[in-house]
């Protein structure tokens, strides 16, 4: 069971301050599984966990066996939503190493990403390497209209025919989109891909356990049912029903909106298990795009540690102090390495020898909890038994449960994202997209 440690943040916010704060917590998460707070029409993900069937996950690791059956390399298109959650995933269950390993070792396709930037070395690199090689694609988008996942598709499904011809490459295509609107849409029943509905009821940002998420997951050898599994727990464990003092995703959305109304608007993800960098990012994206809104919200940052000690540290133990520091926390590593013995002691680590790497992570990890508590930066401390299909899955549910009830804590609409259209309207009428002309002539004067 993911364990919550809010202790080290007493200093700033006191117990009575978070007690006072039970009832409203209480009626966030009783909105949100009433349906009657805002944005409710985007509460598919929240039974999501318990509600997936065997014969849905079926479904995923066939296709999965199917489009990976010879495949090299799995390109997955997506962005944002349609793309943090498996990335997060896979890089956190895979080999650090996965590109570099051995084929022989390697159980399931490399699986690599596109159309989550508009990069165009990445583009022409990625393409470059994929030359030669046995390449398969997952393309995915919520809307079926995005301009970064539409580019790259483009692209990649330009090759895929080239190299294969229309009829086979149309089996190594598999599009997850709406059920029935958007331009991917029409372009997978045209083509007769094979299709994924995202349902409607499902936000980009809460759909790791779709098969936006799922579907790329399984395809890098990775069990779905047991991801499920972890946040289906996780669901019952953070129920209407449960009381605060047990809830720990109520707690954590009361302990962020406490620390908030403090001053503090930065809070820092931090991991000293660098497998898990994309679950920050992933991270980032569902608090930011979920809070960040109405003039409010608590900006998202994130840093790997202790590799981030020697850069960011010296900003989170000196600088202004509008931070607060989640920890993730791993108790278990995958593998055991200690530190050998050296005859001449140059470097003078043989106070070491002997002793697990982890250990000297972990003393590292509760020396700078303190020194950071110490310098007033609140730290809230999550800990993951192990890094595994469960703990991940429960995490994720965690982290998506306590999002609703923050956001509602907050008073905004946590499943919206209006702020992201913005830039989108400027890009197209700088690039003349017919239909922009009157926004295009409006920014001519401006640039
Ligand atoms: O969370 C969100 O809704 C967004 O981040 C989207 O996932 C992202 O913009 C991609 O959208 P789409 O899946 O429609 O291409």
Not at 283 to 301: M, V
Request: glycine letters at 10%.
């Amino acid at each position: 069971m993911l364990h919550l440690d809010i202790s080290k943040t007493l200093g700033t916010v006191s117990a009575a301050e978070l007690i006072a704060l039970y009832g409203k917590a209480t009626s966030a998460l009783r909105a949100l599984h009433a349906g009657s707070g805002k944005g409710s029409d985007f509460l598919g993900w929240l039974h999501l966990p318990t509600s997936i069937s065997a014969a849905d996950i079926a479904d995923i690791q066939a296709t999965a066996a199917k489009l990976s059956a010879g495949a090299e390399v799995v390109v997955v298109i997506g962005i944002g939503g349609s793309y943090l959650g498996a990335k997060a995933v896979i890089d956190a269950l895979s080999h650090t190493f996965a590109a570099l390993q051995d084929k022989s070792k390697r159980k399931a396709p490399l699986v690599l990403f596109a159309g989550q930037n508009i990069g165009e070395d990445y583009l022409a690199e990625l393409m470059e390497i994929l030359q030669g090689k046995s390449v398969a694609c997952i393309v995915i988008s919520k809307s079926g209209t995005t301009t970064e996942p539409a580019l790259a598709f483009r692209i990649i499904k330009s090759f895929l025919e080239q190299t294969y011809g229309k009829n086979e490459a149309k089996n190594r295509i598999v599009a997850i989109t709406d059920k029935s609107r958007g331009a991917l849409r029409s372009m997978a029943d045209k083509e007769g891909y094979k299709t994924f509905a995202i349902p409607d009821n499902i936000g980009g940002r809460f759909s790791v356990l779709t098969p936006v998420g799922l579907l790329p997951i399984a395809c890098a050898g990775i069990d779905v049912a047991a991801l499920v599994q972890g946040a289906a727990e996780m669901e019952k464990s953070t129920g209407a029903n449960v009381p605060f003092e047990e809830n720990i995703a109520a707690q954590y959305a009361a302990l962020r909106n406490a620390l908030y109304a403090k001053g503090k608007k930065v809070e820092v993800l931090a991991n000293f298990n660098p497998k898990l960098h994309f679950v920050a990012e992933w991270w980032k994206q569902l608090y930011g795009e979920s809070e960040g809104k109405d003039g409010k919200g608590i900006f998202t940052a994130s840093v790997d540690f202790t590799t981030d000690l020697h850069s960011l540290g010296q900003y989170v133990q000196d600088g202004e102090r509008m931070l607060f520091e989640t920890v993730l926390s791993v108790a278990k590593t995958k593998h055991r390495l200690t530190v050998p013995p050296d005859k001449d002691d140059l470097d003078g680590l043989n106070f070491l020898a002997g002793r697990r790497v982890d250990e000297v992570n972990r003393m590292a990890e509760l020396g700078t909890q303190l020194a950071h508590v110490d310098g007033g930066v609140p730290n809230i401390r999550l800990e993951l038994s192990d890094l595994s299909e469960y703990t991940l899955g429960e995490l994720m549910y965690f982290f998506e449960k306590a999002c609703g009830i923050s956001g509602y804590m907050l008073g905004v609409n946590p499943f919206d994202q209006p702020g992201v259209e913005a830039y989108k309207k400027n890009m197209f009428a700088l690039l003349e997209k017919p239909g922009y002309e009157k926004e295009t002539e409006a920014i001519k004067k401006r640039i």
